[in-house]
């Protein structure tokens, strides 16, 4: 958590527009990024003179108090953020900020009051440590925390991931399915708080993202706050462990690249017991269902590149043949914050959610409650002709495919009622909640224990286009009338 007041970070912000897009970002960073503002070292100058301080002995200093949730208003996919009602559009071509936009949430970020501090300051620690759970944001000039592919997007998956996602264990539900738990093998690595796992351990979430980076002779450590993990990485040239050494974390080793800190990492455990999501839903704009599958051919690359004397770069590079069609990388700035303090990330302590989920679902299952009904809808003639039948809608979710049929049916006063009829991953047959049509925007709510809701433009060829959104965030849908009604 952090207990600092916002600080503006504009002093190394390029101050004229002229060059915003003369220098295209790097496909990856080294010490050639440092000086004046660029989208390659994300419009962070190096003052002209500034040197990259050394350790004792010798070796590149690049140790800090990090914050990764500086960086956690910046969405895993570009505009993953727009796909909700009221949403202010979003141009997925996009890369970075203006200089004004980005001013402007400086300047809107330096008004907020920090109420973590406050509390502090008044000497109220335990509140102060409740109150900074969502920690404040920085603005960025950056749109999505993924800079390659450019498009901003996660690359498409394999075939083969997409059966293995099927088999993964959630407590997140994809729009209109209905998941069960039948013991603690249905939640991920992070809900049994053994570990986010890579990358998405390296990625910013909502709370709890200290990144402290400490060094000792031929070694580099990376800790980090949330599930008070520590990765101890030699960077001295020792060989590699045998490749059937697995770990959660993988096997890390470093090198050093001029003043860059490489560290590439393999041998992560992949058996189905361990149900770490490549991504997870802790990484804000990730894909929903928190299934994402990964295989014994991951490998991350990250670098490390202190820009000056408080700003530091960091790059995740993540490959998977078997899983990904082509590698993606997270790249996103941090400011060295010396008074960042780092609680005890308690997870396990009288942890009784997992308990709890499978013995209420067992319940559920066992005792089901009708779905209510719903009352109708009054919609015009023109409409009711062209909304009556079966539909299937297909939401964009990167890594599984995710098909969900509803039906509209018109009664003899002329109003109409929906239900879900369900999805390729199981039947449903229950009332749609909240169904509205207002002109030709059709919304309703699927009923399902983690619902969804969708708000879409019914359209003259048979297509109802828009979005589909719930707590873990949105995505586009389409749905398409398969049969009249």
Not at 82 to 106: F, H, I, M
């Amino acid at each position: 958590m952090t207990t600092q007041p916002i600080m503006s970070t504009a002093r190394y912000v390029l101050v004229g527009a002229a060059l915003l897009f003369a220098i295209a970002a790097q496909a990856q960073i080294n010490d050639s990024i440092r000086g004046t503002p660029s989208e390659a070292n994300h419009f962070i100058e190096t003052p002209k003179g500034w040197k990259q301080p050394m350790t004792p002995w010798g070796e590149p200093d690049i140790q800090a108090s990090l914050d990764m949730m500086q960086a956690s208003g910046v969405p895993l996919e570009r505009c993953a953020n727009s796909y909700r009602p009221g949403a202010p559009p979003c141009d997925t071509n996009k890369k970075w900020l203006t200089e004004e936009e980005y001013k402007q949430r400086v300047d809107a970020a330096a008004s907020r009051v920090d109420r973590s501090t406050q509390l502090a300051k008044e000497g109220k620690f335990g509140p102060a440590i409740l109150a900074g759970q969502i920690d404040p944001n920085l603005p960025q000039r950056q749109t999505s925390l993924i800079v390659d592919p450019p498009n901003g997007l996660l690359p498409p998956l394999t075939p083969l991931a997409k059966s293995l996602a099927y088999k993964m264990g959630s407590d997140w539900a994809l729009p209109g399915e209905n998941i069960n738990f039948q013991s603690a093998k249905d939640f991920d690595s992070w809900d049994r708080c053994v570990t986010r796992g890579l990358p998405s351990m390296m990625m910013p979430y909502r709370y709890n993202g200290g990144f402290k980076i400490q060094q000792g002779p031929g070694f580099v450590v990376f800790n980090v706050e949330m599930i008070h993990e520590a990765r101890v990485i030699p960077t001295d040239g020792r060989k590699p462990l045998d490749a059937g050494i697995k770990q959660y974390l993988g096997e890390s080793r470093g090198h050093w690249e001029g003043t860059t800190l490489v560290v590439e990492t393999t041998n992560f455990r992949t058996e189905p017991s361990v149900n770490q999501p490549l991504i997870n839903l802790a990484v804000v704009g990730s894909p929903a269902g928190n299934r994402f599958p990964i295989s014994d051919k991951l490998k991350t690359t990250e670098r490390v590149v202190r820009l000056n004397n408080d700003m530091w770069l960091y790059e995740i590079k993540t490959e998977d043949s078997d899983i990904l069609t082509a590698p993606f990388t997270v790249r996103y700035p941090m400011r060295n914050n010396p008074s960042y303090i780092t609680p005890e990330y308690a997870c396990h302590e009288d942890n009784q959610i997992v308990h709890n989920y499978v013995t209420t679902n067992r319940y559920e299952r066992a005792h089901p409650k009708p779905e209510p009904p719903q009352p109708p809808v009054q919609v015009s003639p023109a409409v009711a002709g062209l909304l009556a039948g079966r539909w299937v809608g297909t939401p964009r979710i990167p890594t599984i495919d995710v098909n969900i049929e509803v039906e509209f049916t018109k009664n003899k006063d002329g109003t109409m009622n929906g239900k879900l009829v369900g999805t390729n991953l199981g039947k449903i047959d229950k009332p749609l909640r909240n169904f509205k049509v207002d002109d030709r925007t059709v919304s309703f709510t699927f009923p399902n224990v983690d619902p969804w809701s969708v708000s879409g433009k019914l359209g003259d060829d048979g297509t109802i286009t828009g979005v589909v959104f719930s707590i873990q965030g949105g995505t586009t849908v389409t749905f398409k009338r398969v049969s009249g009604g």
